[in-house]
Protein backbone atom coordinates (compact mmCIF):
# COMPACT_ATOMS: atom_id res chain seq x y z
CA UNK A 1 0.00 0.00 0.00
CA UNK A 2 1.60 3.28 -0.95
CA UNK A 3 1.30 5.74 2.00
CA UNK A 4 1.67 9.18 0.53
CA UNK A 5 -1.97 10.06 1.28
CA UNK A 6 -1.28 10.07 4.70
CA UNK A 7 0.80 12.83 4.84
CA UNK A 8 -1.21 15.10 6.18
CA UNK A 9 -2.04 13.38 9.43
CA UNK A 10 1.83 13.96 10.49
CA UNK A 11 2.11 17.47 9.42
CA UNK A 12 0.15 18.34 12.99
CA UNK A 13 0.91 16.97 16.52
CA UNK A 14 -1.27 15.15 18.20
CA UNK A 15 -3.27 13.29 20.02
CA UNK A 16 -5.50 12.41 17.10
CA UNK A 17 -9.03 10.78 16.91
CA UNK A 18 -9.10 7.72 15.02
CA UNK A 19 -13.03 6.51 13.87
CA UNK A 20 -13.64 3.85 11.75
CA UNK A 21 -17.64 3.06 10.61
CA UNK A 22 -19.20 0.43 8.77
CA UNK A 23 -21.61 2.20 6.01
CA UNK A 24 -22.36 -1.33 4.30
CA UNK A 25 -25.80 -1.68 5.70
CA UNK A 26 -28.86 -0.02 4.22
CA UNK A 27 -32.22 -0.06 5.18
CA UNK A 28 -35.25 2.00 6.24
CA UNK A 29 -33.74 2.37 9.58
CA UNK A 30 -30.42 3.41 8.67
CA UNK A 31 -30.44 7.24 9.09
CA UNK A 32 -31.33 6.45 13.05
CA UNK A 33 -28.78 4.08 13.16
CA UNK A 34 -25.86 6.30 12.18
CA UNK A 35 -27.11 9.07 14.36
CA UNK A 36 -27.12 6.99 17.22
CA UNK A 37 -23.37 5.68 16.22
CA UNK A 38 -21.95 9.15 15.98
CA UNK A 39 -23.49 10.29 19.05
CA UNK A 40 -21.61 7.01 20.82
CA UNK A 41 -18.46 6.90 19.26
CA UNK A 42 -18.35 11.18 19.69
CA UNK A 43 -19.13 9.80 23.63
CA UNK A 44 -16.47 7.44 23.68
CA UNK A 45 -13.48 9.84 22.70
CA UNK A 46 -15.10 12.06 24.74
CA UNK A 47 -14.50 8.98 28.32
CA UNK A 48 -10.87 8.77 26.84
CA UNK A 49 -9.67 12.27 26.71
CA UNK A 50 -10.42 14.23 23.50
CA UNK A 51 -11.34 17.68 23.76
CA UNK A 52 -14.82 18.89 23.33
CA UNK A 53 -13.95 20.54 19.72
CA UNK A 54 -13.12 17.71 18.05
CA UNK A 55 -15.71 15.07 19.54
CA UNK A 56 -18.05 17.85 17.95
CA UNK A 57 -16.08 18.04 14.68
CA UNK A 58 -15.83 13.83 14.68
CA UNK A 59 -20.12 13.86 15.21
CA UNK A 60 -20.66 16.26 12.55
CA UNK A 61 -18.86 14.04 10.26
CA UNK A 62 -20.50 11.18 11.40
CA UNK A 63 -23.82 12.97 10.80
CA UNK A 64 -22.89 13.36 7.30
CA UNK A 65 -22.78 9.73 6.34
CA UNK A 66 -26.54 9.30 7.75
CA UNK A 67 -28.00 9.32 4.07
CA UNK A 68 -24.76 7.90 2.36
CA UNK A 69 -24.99 4.75 -0.29
CA UNK A 70 -20.94 3.91 0.39
CA UNK A 71 -20.68 0.16 -0.05
CA UNK A 72 -17.97 0.06 3.28
CA UNK A 73 -17.27 2.64 5.17
CA UNK A 74 -15.26 5.29 6.37
CA UNK A 75 -12.23 6.33 8.69
CA UNK A 76 -11.80 9.85 10.21
CA UNK A 77 -8.86 11.15 11.41
CA UNK A 78 -9.33 14.51 13.65
CA UNK A 79 -7.85 16.74 15.67
CA UNK A 80 -7.85 20.20 17.76
CA UNK A 81 -11.88 20.36 15.72
CA UNK A 82 -10.91 19.61 12.45
CA UNK A 83 -11.05 16.56 10.58
CA UNK A 84 -8.12 16.15 8.61
CA UNK A 85 -8.48 13.09 6.54
CA UNK A 86 -11.42 10.64 5.72
CA UNK A 87 -10.54 8.06 3.31
CA UNK A 88 -13.25 5.63 2.39
CA UNK A 89 -12.71 2.06 2.89
CA UNK A 90 -12.55 -0.76 0.36
CA UNK A 91 -14.18 -3.42 3.09
CA UNK A 92 -16.44 -2.85 5.83
CA UNK A 93 -15.02 -3.05 9.27
CA UNK A 94 -15.26 -5.49 12.10
CA UNK A 95 -17.20 -2.93 13.92
CA UNK A 96 -17.42 0.73 14.54
CA UNK A 97 -14.82 2.06 16.65
CA UNK A 98 -12.99 5.05 18.31
CA UNK A 99 -9.56 5.82 19.41
CA UNK A 100 -8.30 8.71 21.07
CA UNK A 101 -4.01 8.53 21.27
CA UNK A 102 -1.08 10.96 20.61
CA UNK A 103 -0.84 9.19 17.02
CA UNK A 104 -3.34 8.39 14.29
CA UNK A 105 -4.48 4.52 14.47
CA UNK A 106 -3.33 3.67 10.59
CA UNK A 107 -2.61 0.39 10.99
CA UNK A 108 -6.44 -0.64 10.18
CA UNK A 109 -5.93 1.02 7.02
CA UNK A 110 -3.95 -1.97 5.59
CA UNK A 111 -6.71 -4.28 5.61
CA UNK A 112 -10.06 -1.73 5.03
CA UNK A 113 -7.86 0.10 2.53
CA UNK A 114 -5.06 -1.13 1.08
CA UNK A 115 -5.15 -3.98 -1.09
CA UNK A 116 -8.01 -3.26 -3.16
CA UNK A 117 -7.28 -4.33 -6.93
CA UNK A 118 -9.22 -2.68 -9.57
CA UNK A 119 -10.58 -5.41 -12.40
CA UNK A 120 -10.97 -4.46 -16.06
CA UNK A 121 -13.36 -7.03 -16.98
CA UNK A 122 -14.10 -7.72 -20.66
CA UNK A 123 -16.83 -9.72 -22.11
CA UNK A 124 -15.32 -11.33 -24.87
CA UNK A 125 -17.33 -12.27 -28.55
CA UNK A 126 -16.52 -13.02 -31.92
CA UNK A 127 -17.67 -9.53 -33.07
CA UNK A 128 -15.63 -7.13 -30.25
CA UNK A 129 -16.10 -7.34 -26.44
CA UNK A 130 -17.52 -4.42 -23.53
CA UNK A 131 -15.55 -3.74 -20.65
CA UNK A 132 -16.23 -2.73 -17.47
CA UNK A 133 -14.16 -1.68 -14.25
CA UNK A 134 -14.89 -3.17 -10.86
CA UNK A 135 -13.76 -2.12 -7.74
CA UNK A 136 -15.14 -2.51 -3.92
CA UNK A 137 -16.97 0.85 -4.83
CA UNK A 138 -18.85 -0.34 -7.82
CA UNK A 139 -18.62 -1.07 -11.46
CA UNK A 140 -18.49 1.45 -14.16
CA UNK A 141 -18.56 1.36 -18.00
CA UNK A 142 -15.49 1.49 -19.84
CA UNK A 143 -16.45 1.38 -23.48
CA UNK A 144 -16.53 -1.19 -25.91
CA UNK A 145 -14.33 -2.77 -28.94
CA UNK A 146 -15.99 -3.58 -32.07
CA UNK A 147 -14.16 -5.99 -34.93
CA UNK A 148 -15.13 -6.94 -38.10
CA UNK A 149 -18.52 -7.86 -38.12
CA UNK A 150 -18.37 -10.57 -41.48
CA UNK A 151 -17.79 -13.42 -41.77
CA UNK A 152 -17.75 -14.76 -37.97
CA UNK A 153 -19.93 -18.30 -38.14
CA UNK A 154 -18.51 -21.27 -39.51
CA UNK A 155 -20.44 -23.81 -41.82
CA UNK A 156 -20.75 -27.97 -41.64
CA UNK A 157 -19.91 -28.17 -45.19
CA UNK A 158 -16.81 -29.71 -46.44
CA UNK A 159 -16.45 -28.48 -50.69
CA UNK A 160 -13.39 -26.17 -51.17
CA UNK A 161 -15.81 -23.01 -51.40
CA UNK A 162 -16.88 -23.43 -47.67
CA UNK A 163 -13.34 -24.06 -46.90
CA UNK A 164 -12.30 -21.08 -47.78
CA UNK A 165 -14.85 -19.40 -46.24
CA UNK A 166 -14.33 -21.12 -43.07
CA UNK A 167 -10.68 -19.83 -43.21
CA UNK A 168 -12.04 -16.25 -43.84
CA UNK A 169 -14.31 -16.83 -40.09
CA UNK A 170 -11.28 -17.95 -39.07
CA UNK A 171 -9.11 -14.79 -40.17
CA UNK A 172 -11.86 -12.65 -38.87
CA UNK A 173 -11.70 -14.22 -35.19
CA UNK A 174 -7.99 -13.46 -35.41
CA UNK A 175 -7.86 -10.21 -36.72
CA UNK A 176 -10.53 -9.51 -33.76
CA UNK A 177 -8.93 -11.14 -30.98
CA UNK A 178 -5.61 -8.70 -31.53
CA UNK A 179 -7.69 -5.86 -31.85
CA UNK A 180 -9.17 -6.46 -28.19
CA UNK A 181 -5.81 -7.44 -27.05
CA UNK A 182 -4.62 -3.89 -28.30
CA UNK A 183 -7.57 -2.37 -27.12
CA UNK A 184 -7.11 -3.70 -23.30
CA UNK A 185 -3.89 -2.90 -23.35
CA UNK A 186 -4.42 0.64 -23.61
CA UNK A 187 -7.08 0.56 -21.23
CA UNK A 188 -5.49 -0.90 -18.74
CA UNK A 189 -2.38 1.25 -19.10
CA UNK A 190 -5.06 4.10 -19.47
CA UNK A 191 -6.85 2.91 -15.63
CA UNK A 192 -3.85 1.23 -14.06
CA UNK A 193 -6.01 -1.49 -13.54
CA UNK A 194 -4.21 -4.13 -11.36
CA UNK A 195 -6.20 -6.98 -12.99
CA UNK A 196 -7.71 -8.25 -16.15
CA UNK A 197 -10.60 -10.57 -16.51
CA UNK A 198 -11.92 -12.24 -19.53
CA UNK A 199 -15.30 -13.33 -19.70
CA UNK A 200 -16.60 -15.52 -22.76
CA UNK A 201 -16.66 -18.93 -24.77
CA UNK A 202 -13.59 -21.03 -24.51
CA UNK A 203 -11.71 -20.12 -27.74
CA UNK A 204 -12.46 -16.15 -27.77
CA UNK A 205 -11.25 -15.91 -24.20
CA UNK A 206 -7.59 -17.97 -24.92
CA UNK A 207 -7.37 -16.10 -28.16
CA UNK A 208 -7.84 -12.92 -26.77
CA UNK A 209 -5.36 -13.86 -23.73
CA UNK A 210 -2.57 -15.30 -26.28
CA UNK A 211 -2.45 -11.69 -28.38
CA UNK A 212 -2.10 -9.72 -24.99
CA UNK A 213 1.25 -8.20 -24.41
CA UNK A 214 3.50 -10.17 -21.75
CA UNK A 215 3.05 -8.27 -18.86
CA UNK A 216 -0.52 -8.13 -19.44
CA UNK A 217 -1.25 -11.63 -19.95
CA UNK A 218 0.50 -11.97 -16.10
CA UNK A 219 -2.36 -10.04 -15.09
CA UNK A 220 -5.05 -11.58 -17.02
CA UNK A 221 -7.67 -14.61 -15.58
CA UNK A 222 -10.53 -16.12 -17.64
CA UNK A 223 -14.15 -16.45 -15.98
CA UNK A 224 -15.50 -19.90 -16.92
CA UNK A 225 -19.00 -18.28 -17.90
CA UNK A 226 -20.31 -18.36 -21.47
CA UNK A 227 -20.59 -15.47 -23.75
CA UNK A 228 -23.30 -12.77 -22.84
CA UNK A 229 -22.98 -13.51 -19.16
CA UNK A 230 -22.52 -10.23 -16.61
CA UNK A 231 -19.98 -11.55 -13.57
CA UNK A 232 -21.33 -11.23 -10.41
CA UNK A 233 -19.96 -9.50 -7.09
CA UNK A 234 -19.26 -12.53 -5.88
CA UNK A 235 -17.09 -13.85 -9.19
CA UNK A 236 -14.90 -10.41 -9.15
CA UNK A 237 -14.64 -10.76 -5.20
CA UNK A 238 -12.90 -13.69 -5.29
CA UNK A 239 -10.63 -12.96 -8.22
CA UNK A 240 -9.77 -9.89 -6.05
CA UNK A 241 -9.00 -12.08 -2.84
CA UNK A 242 -6.87 -14.16 -4.94
CA UNK A 243 -4.76 -11.42 -6.19
CA UNK A 244 -4.21 -9.96 -2.66
CA UNK A 245 -3.49 -13.67 -1.35
CA UNK A 246 -0.86 -13.90 -4.19
CA UNK A 247 0.52 -10.67 -3.18
CA UNK A 248 1.17 -11.39 0.20
CA UNK A 249 2.49 -14.79 -0.51
CA UNK A 250 5.08 -13.48 -2.65
CA UNK A 251 6.14 -10.39 -0.89
CA UNK A 252 6.08 -13.23 2.24
CA UNK A 253 9.23 -15.24 0.26
CA UNK A 254 10.66 -12.13 -0.24
CA UNK A 255 10.94 -11.29 3.26
CA UNK A 256 11.84 -15.06 4.31
CA UNK A 257 14.66 -15.42 1.60
CA UNK A 258 16.28 -11.87 2.54
CA UNK A 259 15.87 -12.31 6.32
CA UNK A 260 18.75 -15.55 6.02
CA UNK A 261 22.24 -13.75 6.96
CA UNK A 262 24.31 -13.44 3.47
CA UNK A 263 28.19 -15.05 3.88
CA UNK A 264 29.02 -11.60 5.65
CA UNK A 265 26.68 -12.26 8.08
CA UNK A 266 23.92 -9.17 6.82
CA UNK A 267 20.10 -9.72 6.24
CA UNK A 268 18.24 -7.74 3.87
CA UNK A 269 15.07 -8.20 6.12
CA UNK A 270 14.03 -7.74 10.17
CA UNK A 271 11.85 -8.61 12.63
CA UNK A 272 10.89 -7.79 15.56
CA UNK A 273 9.97 -4.38 17.68
CA UNK A 274 13.75 -4.01 18.49
CA UNK A 275 15.04 -4.70 15.36
CA UNK A 276 12.89 -2.46 13.46
CA UNK A 277 12.81 0.45 15.64
CA UNK A 278 16.60 0.58 15.15
CA UNK A 279 15.54 0.54 11.19
CA UNK A 280 13.25 3.04 11.48
CA UNK A 281 15.73 5.52 12.95
CA UNK A 282 18.23 4.33 10.14
CA UNK A 283 15.58 5.34 7.37
CA UNK A 284 16.20 1.61 6.62
CA UNK A 285 12.91 0.51 6.16
CA UNK A 286 12.22 -0.72 2.33
CA UNK A 287 8.65 -1.80 2.71
CA UNK A 288 6.76 -2.67 5.68
CA UNK A 289 4.77 -5.80 6.48
CA UNK A 290 2.38 -6.13 8.92
CA UNK A 291 -0.40 -8.83 10.39
CA UNK A 292 -2.52 -6.22 12.12
CA UNK A 293 -3.76 -9.25 15.08
CA UNK A 294 -0.27 -10.00 15.91
CA UNK A 295 1.09 -9.53 19.64
CA UNK A 296 3.82 -6.93 18.19
CA UNK A 297 1.40 -4.86 16.12
CA UNK A 298 -0.35 -3.04 19.75
CA UNK A 299 3.15 -3.20 21.52
CA UNK A 300 3.98 -0.21 23.42
CA UNK A 301 6.78 1.84 21.96
CA UNK A 302 7.92 5.48 23.08
CA UNK A 303 7.66 8.39 20.20
CA UNK A 304 8.57 12.01 19.74
CA UNK A 305 7.76 14.79 17.61
CA UNK A 306 9.89 13.94 14.37
CA UNK A 307 8.79 10.04 12.80
CA UNK A 308 12.20 8.87 12.94
CA UNK A 309 12.07 9.56 17.08
CA UNK A 310 11.12 6.38 18.40
CA UNK A 311 12.43 3.87 20.89
CA UNK A 312 11.72 0.95 22.93
CA UNK A 313 12.27 2.07 26.15
CA UNK A 314 11.37 5.90 26.92
CA UNK A 315 14.71 6.08 28.71
CA UNK A 316 16.48 5.55 24.87
CA UNK A 317 14.57 8.34 23.82
CA UNK A 318 16.33 11.00 26.32
CA UNK A 319 19.33 9.48 25.33
CA UNK A 320 19.09 10.41 21.69
CA UNK A 321 18.03 14.01 22.93
CA UNK A 322 14.53 13.89 22.55
CA UNK A 323 12.74 16.09 25.67
CA UNK A 324 9.23 14.93 24.97
CA UNK A 325 8.22 11.27 24.69
CA UNK A 326 4.77 10.01 24.54
CA UNK A 327 3.70 6.05 24.61
CA UNK A 328 2.30 4.97 20.89
CA UNK A 329 1.51 1.74 19.45
CA UNK A 330 4.68 -0.10 17.35
CA UNK A 331 2.34 -0.18 14.25
CA UNK A 332 0.96 3.08 14.21
CA UNK A 333 4.61 4.21 15.25
CA UNK A 334 6.38 2.43 12.46
CA UNK A 335 4.10 3.56 9.61
CA UNK A 336 4.62 7.32 10.87
CA UNK A 337 8.32 6.74 10.09
CA UNK A 338 7.41 4.45 6.96
CA UNK A 339 5.35 7.58 5.22
CA UNK A 340 8.41 9.97 6.30
CA UNK A 341 10.35 7.76 4.48
CA UNK A 342 8.55 6.99 1.42
CA UNK A 343 8.24 3.16 2.26
CA UNK A 344 5.28 0.97 1.22
CA UNK A 345 3.39 -1.11 3.85
CA UNK A 346 1.70 -4.21 3.53
CA UNK A 347 -0.60 -6.33 5.73
CA UNK A 348 -0.21 -10.14 5.44
CA UNK A 349 -2.72 -11.81 7.01
CA UNK A 350 -4.47 -13.24 4.11
CA UNK A 351 -1.20 -15.59 3.85
CA UNK A 352 -2.77 -17.75 6.42
CA UNK A 353 -0.11 -20.38 6.29
CA UNK A 354 2.29 -18.72 7.05
CA UNK A 355 3.79 -17.35 10.91
CA UNK A 356 6.41 -14.81 9.45
CA UNK A 357 7.27 -12.19 10.67
CA UNK A 358 7.47 -13.57 14.52
CA UNK A 359 5.29 -10.96 16.72
CA UNK A 360 3.62 -9.68 13.12
CA UNK A 361 6.07 -6.80 12.50
CA UNK A 362 9.11 -6.94 9.87
CA UNK A 363 10.38 -5.05 7.11
CA UNK A 364 12.64 -5.54 3.63
CA UNK A 365 15.78 -3.28 4.36
CA UNK A 366 17.08 -0.71 1.89
CA UNK A 367 20.37 -2.00 2.23
CA UNK A 368 22.09 -4.68 4.22
Not at 229 to 254: F, G, M, P, W
Request: hydrophobic fraction near 40%; include cysteine; aromatic fraction near 4%.
Amino acid sequence: MDLAFLHPLYEHPGPWASVYVDTSRHTEDTPHERHLTAAALARDLDRQGADEATCRAVRAALDELQHSSEPNGRALFARAGEVVLDPALARPPMRDSALWAPLPHTAPLLELAGEDPVCLVAYVDRKGADLELRSAMGSEDAGSVAGRQWPVHRTSTVDWSERHFQLKVENTWEHNASEIAQALAACQEETRADLLILVGDDRERRSVHERLPKHLGALAVEAPHGTGSRLLDEDVERTREEHVRQRAERELDRFLSAREPDAEGRAGAVEGVPALVEAAREHRIDELLIRPDAPDAHREVWIGEDPDQLAVRRTDLRILGEQHSWPARADDALIRSAVATGAPALSVSSATEREAPVGGLGALLRWT
